[in-house]
């Protein structure tokens, strides 16, 4: 028998059966379509999860703070100080890509009527340039202290007298141009809180500290209502801000900083965190349970 006659008799006998025809044709359709939109349903939703787990942090970076940590028995041990030897050392381990040095420091930032709590972190080069430019351009390493400002950052100015938050009670962002507009920083937060409260109980009066004129550098890209790992925070070259404050205070202790048992300063200022950039993801765990170690 040739093709062409088995060809008519299955189109025959399925023109002869209809429903049956239409109703497996119309199941075969709805089976296929039903596995095509599951498969991109699924990838669409594991491309979403990647995207929102990148937003807040690479999953091939380790953070490491500084801070106490305890032995065997159970006794606490000296504390771990993050600093340029520690760098180095973590630089040298395998899979190890790049060290990025965090340092951070919390001031109170002025602008005409209005003033706001932020954290300043400063970072290598290398760290500022994974941050998206809207306005301006990334604090450069010629060691000028400029202050690069998150996209959600003026949400969380207040009018100082009413005590009052333009964005969280009104929904209307603080008249300020962070690219124009002057900004003055006091990072002896101590001292303006003394300052402020020294003629209250009649006692002795303490002298406010010195506000200090910051340009901006540039603003991140965002929305002031699409919040992220990093669009409330300020960031500006790392060498600048350690500059800085060792010219605010000079041989003081920076607040945020460890001290010497006597309570004086060292002579360097430590890291608040290292971000560890690691070669692939599968060597993420390994690492991390060294340093933990």
């Known amino acids: 028998m040739k093709f062409s006659d088995l060809l008519l008799m299955s189109i025959t006998n399925l023109w002869k059966r209809k429903l049956r025809t239409v109703l497996t044709v119309l199941g075969v359709v709805i089976g296929i379509t039903s596995i095509v939109v599951m498969v991109a349903l699924g990838n669409g939703l594991k491309e979403s999860m990647m995207e929102n787990i990148s937003s807040y942090s690479s999953i091939t970076q380790i953070e490491v703070s500084s801070g106490q940590s305890w032995n065997s028995s159970g006794t606490q041990t000296e504390e771990r ?26 001031v109170i930032a002025k602008s005409g009527k209005y003033m706001s709590y932020m954290d300043i972190t400063g970072m290598t080069q290398e760290g500022l340039a994974s941050l998206p430019i809207a306005d301006g351009a990334l604090p450069s390493a010629n060691g000028e202290f400029k202050l690069f400002y998150g996209s959600s950052v003026l949400t969380n100015f207040y009018e100082e007298k009413t005590n009052t938050y333009p964005y969280w009670e009104k929904n209307e962002l603080p008249q300020i141009d962070l690219m124009k507009t002057p900004m003055f920083v006091i990072f002896d937060t101590d001292a303006y809180w003394s300052a402020g409260n020294s003629g209250d109980s009649g006692g002795t009066t303490v002298k406010p500290p010195k506000k200090y004129l910051v340009e901006a550098s540039g603003i991140m890209a965002g929305k002031p209502d699409e919040w992220t790992n990093n669009s409330s925070s300020v960031f500006c070259d790392i060498n600048a801000l350690k500059s800085q404050l060792k010219r605010v205070f000079k041989k003081k202790a920076v607040p945020g900083q460890p001290t010497r048992k006597n309570g004086k300063p060292y002579n360097e200022l430590f890291y608040t965190r290292l971000v560890v950039q690691v070669d692939q993801m599968e060597n993420v765990q390994e690492r991390t349970k060294m340093l933990q170690d």
Do not use: F, I, R, W
């Open 81 to 106: 100080l993050l600093n340029d030897e520690l760098v180095n050392t973590l630089k040298s381990m395998e899979h190890v890509v790049d060290v990025y040095p965090q340092l951070n420091v919390s």
